[in-house]
């Protein structure tokens, strides 16, 4: 186990994972119905099940700043959630981040890329700063894709308070049960779950619109929240209790950052769509019917969402939110698996091991260990809060933590890639960095009453995925210290006297690039005195492009000489793949690789090197002992690039950090 971890700590390219197919260049610019309800089924859960418990929180008795029952705080609090979902997620996101993609993928480990792409052109240091702040931001989603599945189950189950009280002890066994059985399916995949995924948003979408419509029906007076006045008279007028309210407000965008990261998906055109259409009206017609129950009767603040429904509707209800929030949970799972798998190629994580559930859908994967990491916190949080009203003052913090990180991120982006006018970008920012700021501010005052969670997990994370970066860094450099160059290796193999002996066969080595030699050879020409009649030094070469087409998926360098049958091969692969080490061998052009490789009947060499703690004082001891724990979780290599077990050899050695 311990030499296994190695084999990612030192290797920039040993992080990718076999062979996906690349989406045609077209399928992101189709907005077509079967696209539009795709995207409704897998971007929306999240933003759509919001409405089940953003205007119950703002209204909490036992929130520690209450926001009292009256007509003004009613109209004024709706006029707030209007505008906020206005402005974050129709502004911010639909208008702007969309548009700030890396090869058609969207979400923040997009723009983290697009930074270190350009870096290099101006404000080095600047980028450097804001690509880290954008690991934080990837690290908060970790802590939302934790919390999403408890609040938004939970939330969904407490209807069944509304239809039966004495169901209230079952809420959290029931959702608990819920819980367990959506991670214990997610290795089967979504594909076919996926398809009636869509058509069950639309259902709900269709009924929380309708429901708003008919509470509007009875109080149409609540129409005169959509001026801004009320909002600003609420917000200035009353900054006391309204900058409070504000960390509940903020619920009414929580999943809007699934709008982005989903874009490669869906496309842009698709995912506008299915919000200007449907998803934003059926929100905010839910909201403003909420917020006319709570004017005619302040009573119904308890549980609005529901109370909304006609008693005969509210049983059929509490099932379709519960499929909704379900929905809601898995898409944003899926999304945690993608992030994590990012972050491993990117270099911030170990190698992972990774499955792909569907042979035809892209971004479909499954990640063991991160499945039941987020298991066993889910269920901790459900069992710890017991509410979804408990546990909104901790989902709060990690949405405007990664909002404001994502608006930051994009207009740096619009300045330095795009050379958009400085007073546009100052005065954009200015704007929307405000309210998100806003938002942030209200959700600190919250810290001792759970906002601090999301930001231990945040910053758990970001000190995970630092510490491997920087230990990856310093064994990398051991690690080329170690090898010696690659052509000084093979002058010597070309001078030896007497020649090194050949045996027939075909030896791939694996390794980090074409400038070193791999130990795996090194040792086997020193202690062996033998090395094969073809040999490849094969590197992994992750590029900071989703996707790389298969007609460039390979390069050959015959390492300055052309009849010694030693070449080395670089295969390329984007951030969102799987390398397949045999398929990148099988695309070589025989009449370039100096002799017929043997690919079926190919040896593989794998390096593995044991982390061990040393004397070192380039890292803190305990970040050490955190780099070697981490190092653990590398999925091993073999498996990783689909090397044939029976045909892999594997070599270890010791490196000190």
């Known amino acids: 186990m311990a030499d296994r971890r190695q084999e990612s700590a030192s290797d920039d390219n040993s992080t990718p994972r076999p062979e996906i197919r690349r989406a045609h260049p077209s399928t992101r610019e189709m907005a077509g119905p079967a696209m539009v309800v795709g995207a409704l089924g897998v971007v929306f859960g999240d933003l ?35 505008w906020s979902v206005t402005i974050i997620v129709t502004v911010t996101y639909v208008l702007l981040a969309m548009r700030a993609d890396n090869d058609g993928e969207g979400g923040i480990m997009a723009l983290i890329t697009l930074l270190r792409q350009g870096k290099a052109k101006r404000g080095q240091r600047a980028a450097a700063a804001l690509a880290a702040l954008g690991i934080f931001g990837a690290s908060l989603f970790f802590g939302d894709s934790m919390i999403t599945p408890a609040i938004s189950v939970l939330s969904a189950i407490e209807g069944l308070k509304v239809v039966q009280p004495s169901l209230n002890d079952a809420v959290v066994p029931i959702t608990a049960a819920i819980i367990v059985v959506l991670f214990l399916v997610q290795r089967r995949g979504t594909a076919a779950v996926g398809r009636v995924f869509g058509p069950v948003m639309v259902l709900w979408f269709t009924v929380i619109g309708a429901c708003g419509i008919s509470g509007i029906a009875d109080h149409p007076s609540i129409l005169r929240a959509v001026s801004p006045s009320y909002a600003l008279g609420f917000l200035f007028g009353h900054f006391g209790t309204a900058f409070f309210s504000l960390a509940a407000v903020v619920l009414a965008v929580t999943g809007a950052e699934a709008l982005y990261a989903d874009m490669g998906h869906f496309g842009r055109r698709s995912i506008t769509r299915a919000w200007v259409l449907l998803v934003f009206p059926a929100c905010i017609l839910s909201y403003f019917g909420q917020g006319a129950l709570v004017l005619a009767d302040p009573g119904n603040v308890s549980s609005p969402f529901f109370l909304l429904v006609p008693s005969w509707g509210r049983l059929p209800m509490v099932i379709l939110a519960t499929a909704a929030t379900v929905i809601a949970s898995q898409a944003v799972i899926t999304g945690a698996y993608s992030v994590a798998s990012q972050a491993a190629q990117l270099g911030y994580l170990p190698r992972l091991r990774i499955a792909h559930t569907s042979e035809s859908t892209i971004g479909q994967i499954y990640v063991p260990f991160i499945n039941w990491l987020l298991m066993a916190s889910v269920l901790t949080l459900i069992f710890a ?35 958009t006018p400085i007073w546009l970008v100052v005065s954009g920012a200015t704007l929307l960095l405000f309210v998100d700021l806003l938002f942030v501010g209200a959700n600190l005052t919250k810290l001792v009453h759970g906002a601090w969670l999301p930001l231990l997990i945040g910053l758990t994370a970001f000190t995970v995925m630092t510490t491997w970066q920087r230990g990856r860094m310093m064994v990398t450099a051991e690690r080329a210290r170690r090898e010696g160059s690659l052509r000084e290796f093979v002058d010597e193999l070309r001078r030896s006297r007497p020649p090194v002996l050949h045996v027939p066969g075909t030896a791939v080595f694996l390794n980090r690039d074409k400038h070193t030699t791999p130990l795996a050879m090194r040792a086997n020409v020193q202690h062996n005195h033998v090395r094969h009649e073809q040999v490849v030094i094969l590197s992994i070469e992750t590029r900071p492009v989703p996707r790389v087409p298969a007609e460039e998926r390979v390069l050959i360098n015959n390492l300055g000489y052309t009849d010694d049958g030693i070449i080395h091969v670089t295969a390329r692969y984007g951030y969102m793949e799987t390398p397949d080490v045999p398929g990148a061998l099988a695309l070589l052009d025989p009449a370039r690789t100096e002799g017929p490789l043997e690919i079926d009947k190919a040896s593989y060499f794998l390096t593995k090197i044991e982390l061990r703690r040393g004397k070192a004082t380039s890292l803190r001891p305990w970040r050490k002992r955190l780099f070697i724990a981490t190092s653990y979780i590398t999925a091993d290599a073999a498996e990783h690039f689909g090397l044939p077990r029976d045909r892999t050899v594997v070599m270890g050695s010791d490196i000190e950090v």
Do not use: E
């Open 48 to 82: 759509g099940t919001s409405p089940l418990y953003t205007l119950q929180t703002v209204f909490n008795p036992d929130d520690p700043h209450p926001v009292p029952v009256s007509a003004r705080n009613v109209y004024g609090v709706v006029s707030l959630v209007f």
């Open 385 to 419: 809060f017991r509410s979804s009203t408990a546990l909104a003052f901790a989902f709060g913090m990690a949405v405007t933590g990664t909002i404001t990180i994502t608006t930051l991120l994009f207009f740096y982006v619009a300045r330095t890639r795009w050379g």
